[in-house]
């Protein structure tokens, strides 16, 4: 065993539910020995989060409720990576799902961890430039999203007044912008 790596020695489903939310209980050895009885990991499906630009340059981003911050804010297009499923094709359907447009030229950026103890999922950050409205939304969000288009400056501004509350969004938005 590697100095830094911790040992799982069991690991127990504690909970398990229909929208593939699951908990586990794990028994840890730490590699000073000592041992955790009650390790809790967290697992959702990955999901993916996108910074998608227009035919003018214009990002795509949504004024809506999201009632895990509980208030309406800015936030970006993206949902669940269905499975087999990879990261880009599920940014085209969320995108023609949530907005009703078609992005021809998607970039998968990088997979990172939404939580370093528990994990809990993947958030999979994709680019794209050149989306073009072809229909109305074909499955809108329960959170009834308003589609707004932010110029780079408008997004910038966004940002730094902290308008995007949600982590895996201001990760895109950096490493975009950073660019």
Not at 52 to 79: E, R, S, W
Not at 122 to 147: F, M, R, W, Y
């Given at each position: 065993?590697?100095?830094?790596?911790?040992?799982?020695?069991?690991?127990?489903?504690?909970?398990?539910?229909?929208?593939?939310?699951?908990?586990?209980?794990?028994?840890?050895?730490?590699?000073?020995?000592?041992?955790?009885?009650?390790?809790?990991?967290?697992?959702?499906?990955?999901?993916?989060?996108?910074?998608?630009?227009?035919?003018?340059?214009?990002?795509?981003?949504?004024?809506?409720y999201?009632?895990?911050?509980g208030?309406?804010?800015?936030?970006?297009?993206?949902?669940?990576?269905?499975?087999?499923?990879?990261?880009?094709?599920?940014?085209?359907?969320?995108?023609?799902?949530?907005?009703?447009y078609?992005?021809?030229?998607?970039?998968?950026?990088?997979?990172?961890?939404?939580?370093?103890?528990?994990k809990?999922?993947?958030?999979?950050?994709?680019?794209?430039?050149?989306?073009?409205?072809?229909?109305?939304?074909?499955?809108?969000?329960?959170?009834?999203?308003?589609?707004i288009?932010?110029?780079?400056?408008?997004?910038?501004?966004?940002?730094?007044?902290?308008?995007?509350p949600?982590?895996?969004?201001?990760?895109?938005?950096?490493?975009?912008?950073?660019?």
């Amino acid at each position: 065993m590697n100095k830094k790596d911790w040992k799982v020695l069991e690991q127990i489903e504690d909970y398990r539910n229909d929208r593939n939310i699951y908990i586990y209980k794990q028994k840890l050895r730490l590699p000073n020995n000592n041992i955790i009885d009650n390790f809790y990991q967290i697992k959702i499906n990955d999901f993916v989060t996108m910074l998608i630009q227009d035919m003018n340059g214009k990002f795509l981003c949504f004024n809506q409720y999201k009632h895990g911050i509980g208030h309406v804010a800015l936030t970006l297009p993206g949902g669940f990576i269905d499975v087999g499923e990879t990261s880009l094709q599920a940014a085209k359907r969320e995108i023609m799902e949530e907005t009703g447009y078609l992005c021809p030229n998607l970039n998968f950026l990088g997979k990172f961890v939404l939580s370093g103890n528990q994990k809990v999922c993947n958030s999979h950050i994709v680019s794209g430039t050149k989306a073009k409205k072809v229909c109305d939304p074909t499955e809108p969000d329960q959170e009834n999203p308003e589609l707004i288009l932010l110029s780079t400056k408008e997004l910038k501004q966004a940002l730094h007044d902290k308008m995007f509350p949600i982590i895996s969004h201001i990760a895109a938005i950096g490493m975009i912008l950073s660019k």
